[in-house]
């Protein structure tokens, strides 16, 4: 009997280091627009070597991940940026306000891009889907959380298939995430109580979205993720200070 092989590949150390940037890119850490980490930063961060730096940039150039606009080099986008107003109320008031404009926008993408994933994931995203939400852990602080679960949910947009709709949510997501009346109601030293319970609630959630994927149909998962969205606002709007 005869056994063969097929041939051994070896990956480049510039080629790992353009793994692990196209990996948050396609997370949203690296959001579309901007900028990517200077050359000497990434060489030091990465302990590899400036041309092996310069190299793996260039490879995401390529694929059209990355795009040089004068000295620096930015995460391609194709859609404009999305800002929203800040209601002119009291402090209290708009913060509220403007979180569930950001919800009642979120909403409206994320539901029909949770459909079209549930029916257009390979069975590796939907592998992939279940193991992230197994990273999430029952009293995990809320910046770790914050990570994870802006790259479970961008992980699942990406399995819609469709770029514009997954740089329209991850545009929407970052006015959410960054904005300062969110950042403002999380870190509230008198909601942390309020916090660790929405952190639960999530991390429960993001299980039953990971099994509808999973096990389920795109009916599921639109229920599921409908769920999650609903519970995530009723406790930031009327549980948070």
């Known amino acids: 009997m005869t056994v063969e092989f097929g041939p051994v590949t070896r990956q480049t150390v510039a080629e790992q280091v353009r793994a692990r940037l196209a990996e948050r890119i396609a997370s949203g850490e690296l959001a579309p627009g901007s900028p990517v980490p200077a050359e000497r930063t990434l060489s030091e961060q990465f302990g590899v070597a400036r ?141 942390r109580e309020q916090v660790d319970e929405l952190i639960a609630g999530s991390i429960r959630e993001h299980q039953a979205i990971a099994k509808a994927f999973h096990d389920g149909t795109s009916v599921d998962v639109m229920a599921a993720a409908e769920q999650h969205l609903a519970n995530v606002e009723h406790r930031m709007v009327d549980d948070l200070i």
């Open 51 to 191: 041309t092996s730096v310069r190299e793996a940039l260039q490879g995401l150039v390529s694929k059209g991940l990355v795009e040089r606009r004068g000295n620096r080099m930015y995460v391609a986008e194709l859609l404009p940026g999305v800002a929203f107003a800040t209601p002119d109320q009291t402090a209290a008031d708009s913060r509220k306000q403007f979180v569930a404009q950001l919800f009642e926008t979120r909403r409206v993408l994320e539901l029909p891009i949770f459909e079209l994933a549930g029916c257009r994931a390979s069975a590796d995203e939907r592998d992939s889907i279940r193991r992230a939400a197994q990273e999430f852990w029952f009293g995990m602080p809320l910046e770790e959380f914050r990570v994870l679960d802006r790259r479970f949910h961008t992980m699942i947009a990406h399995a819609c298939g469709n770029p514009l709709l997954v740089e329209m949510y991850g545009k929407v997501l970052d006015a959410l995430f960054r904005s300062s009346e969110f950042e403002s109601l999380l870190f509230h030293e008198a909601n």
